[in-house]
T-cell receptor, first 111, second 117 residues
């Protein structure tokens, strides 16, 4: 059974048009993470939540925002996508042990 | 800050053979965890194996095992009896606690492994 679900799996948007990516989890874990992974690169952490506490990485652009309305759901909002924001966006949850479990990702294309 | 180095961008191995992927890391932390993740082409990132730094015994998961050398800050992954399904990008990752129940995961740049029939 899937633990981390990401929708949609593929998203196409236009330059400058806001887009929202969704992540949900079935395990009610406290910690949720958003990563950006560009082609042939390692994932890069954008931010994470511990419960409702939001933690932004220092080099995450202001163009990226996040919301966590409840334990199960977390959203990534890109306010004005640029061509450089085309990437795979990975959501992960913090497990009961010191592990992270990743969702399948959303591949974002910016036209 | 932690750094994770994977010095082999690409590797290949014959099916049924054994291959070792290298990883070194740099940290001043004493409490940390190490992982190998597998990411098949266009598919999900999957946890392969984990190692707690306080454990001397090397972790093993079926055909996957690690050689953890804490003093040398080395954490290599050995895949035995390689199978076609092992073809993937492999990421070495370092995790440290950052307080309040969350952790910081730092990835290496990855090693692309191809298993040849």
């Amino acid at each position: 059974d899937a633990m981390v679900i990401q929708n949609p799996r593929y998203q196409v948007t236009q330059f400058g048009k806001p887009v929202t990516l969704s992540c949900s989890q079935t395990l009610n874990h406290n910690v949720m993470y958003w990563y950006q992974q560009k082609s042939s690169q390692a994932p890069k952490l954008l931010f994470h939540y511990y419960d409702k506490d939001f933690n932004n990485e220092a080099d995450t652009p202001d163009n990226f925002q996040s919301r966590r309305p409840n334990t199960s759901f977390c959203f990534l909002d890109i306010r004005s996508p640029g061509l450089g924001d085309a990437a795979m966006y990975l959501c992960a949850i913090g497990g009961k042990r010191e592990e992270e479990f990743f969702g399948p990702g959303t591949r974002l294309t910016v036209l | 800050a932690q750094t994770v180095t994977q010095s082999q961008p690409e590797m290949s191995v014959q099916e049924a053979e054994t291959v070792t992927l290298s990883c070194t890391y740099d940290t001043s932390e004493n409490n940390y965890y190490l992982f190998w993740y597998k990411q098949p082409p266009s598919r999900q990132m999957i946890l392969v194996i984990r190692q707690e730094a306080y454990k001397q015994q090397n972790a093993t998961e079926n055909r996957f095992s690690v050689n953890f050398q804490k003093a040398a800050k080395s954490f290599s992954l050995k895949i035995s009896d390689s199978q076609l399904g092992d073809t993937a990008m492999y990421f070495c990752a370092f995790m440290k606690p950052r307080g309040a129940g969350s952790y910081q995961l730092t990835f290496g740049k990855g090693t692309k492994l191809s298993v040849i029939p």
